[in-house]
């Protein structure tokens, strides 16, 4: 299996207390070698911060289980592990599942396949 290191990839909500990252994608399972999907970073929007959820300070590290198609979208996803808030759960899903990706290579061809995205919820200076 080809993988890279993962890469944090953060951007500022317009309330600049708030910063929200990502990191890159790795395979889940492969039973073959082959090149994993990674998210297409410079095409896919981030996470807006719920105002709810900055308002409590609440903060956590969700993790989503994606099924990418051999055209790059998002066939499916679940919540692997909650951040322990379900509207920060619920705003990774919605924004992942528009993603786009680079999808998993076998031989060449371009394959599904299934990735671990965690989407981090962080508020500055804590």
């Known amino acids: ?16 207390e708030v910063e929200v990252s990502r990191l890159r994608s790795s395979a889940v399972v492969a039973t073959e070698p082959f090149t994993d999907a990674v998210p297409a970073y410079l095409s896919n929007p981030i996470p807006d911060y719920p105002r709810l959820a900055r ?48 999808p998993a290579r076998s031989g060449g061809l371009a394959v599904a396949s299934q990735v671990r995205v965690p989407v981090e919820f962080v508020l500055e200076g804590s």
């Open 1 to 16: 299996m080809v993988t890279d290191e993962p890469q944090a990839a953060s951007a500022t909500t317009l309330d600049s």
């Open 55 to 102: 308002r409590r300070s609440w903060q956590g590290v969700v993790w989503l289980l994606v099924d990418v198609s051999s055209t790059g979208e998002v066939a499916d996803l679940a919540v692997e592990q909650s951040s322990g808030y379900r509207i920060l759960d619920r705003a990774a899903s919605e924004t992942v599942r528009s993603w786009t990706f680079v």
